[in-house]
């Protein structure tokens, strides 16, 4: 049984219990990104098994009718094994999607695992008519040029802060200063993209600037947040945009909390303030 702390951040065990979650969610105008839980893997066989339970996954959507997509982690379908095993896993899922109209992300990790990331989604948004989506830190010092590159793509783009600690040469270490990237990343998106903007904070300033960009510029976004984060606000920003929930599952919850705090202390502090309710 999952602890009360961690059934907070986590909607089960099993596809079942994250699908009755999607429902409640569906009922508050909420949407749902599903992820199973699992990252890191450094042999075939588990990669494997995950991209067959998003197979079944996808087809537990499409039977349900749950207003849901999914979102794969690039380690969790077999990078850390080989590039060729991530590409083979995460176009099988894509594939399969594309049959039963499920939308799919394809989250981001380390930096280091960004160029076969960007690659992946390239190559798989264009095959399946933007039925694909990807996200980029606003912490890293690289993400000005990768938005140029997606600007005229299909698909969706999340654009978060960013959860990892990447090296100082490659990043941007105080806050304030990926407040800022982060306002300007943002601009030029709803400046340069045609749609399908996702923004990917719980900070409500963040949240505003983006309401007023749509205002200005009048490109569609959508807003993201983590489950068991802001609740309320989710539910009343869902009377207006478009909202959807982060929403992850499965039997690996322990050592998701534990990589989320060991990788910044943020992180920890961040989910203290989420059980806490500030």
């Known amino acids: 049984m999952i602890p009360p702390i961690a059934s907070k951040f986590v909607a089960g065990e099993s596809p079942a219990e994250a699908l009755e979650h999607t429902r409640d969610l569906n009922d508050r105008n909420v949407k749902a990104i599903l992820n199973l839980l ?11 098994e995950d991209a067959e339970a ?10 349900s009718e749950a207003d849901a ?3 794969v982690k690039p380690s969790q379908v077999g990078l850390d094994v080989g590039e060729e095993v991530f590409r083979e896993n995460v176009e099988r899922i894509a594939d399969y999607a594309a049959e039963r109209d499920v939308f799919v992300w394809i989250d981001m990790e380390d930096h280091d695992t960004t160029d076969a990331t960007l690659d992946s989604f390239e190559k798989l948004t264009r095959k399946h008519e933007g039925g694909v989506g990807v996200c980029v830190q606003a912490n890293l010092k690289r993400t000005e040029d ?39 990343y943002l601009e030029y998106m709803f400046e340069e993209f045609d749609g399908g903007i996702a923004v990917g904070s719980h900070d409500p ?28 606000a989710q539910t009343d920003l869902a009377d207006e945009y478009e909202m959807w929930q982060y929403v992850p599952y499965g039997d690996k919850w322990m050592s998701y909390f534990y990589r989320r705090a060991m990788e910044r202390k943020e992180n920890l502090l961040f989910a203290v303030r989420a059980v806490i309710g500030r």
């Open 54 to 63: 998003y197979l079944r996954l996808l087809e537990d959507i499409e039977t």
């Open 146 to 184: 990768d938005l140029k590159r997606l600007a005229d793509l299909p698909g969706k783009v999340r654009l978060v802060k960013g959860a990892y600690d990447p090296p100082a040469e490659l990043a941007l270490k105080e806050k304030s200063k990926v407040n800022d990237a982060y306002k300007e």
């Open 69 to 71: 997509c999914i979102s």
């Open 205 to 232: 300033e963040m949240i505003d600037f983006a309401k007023d960009l749509h205002d200005e510029y009048g490109t569609d976004f959508e807003i993201q947040m983590l489950m068991g984060v802001r609740e309320d």
């Open 38 to 48: 699992g990252e890191h893997y450094h042999e075939r066989g588990p990669a494997d």
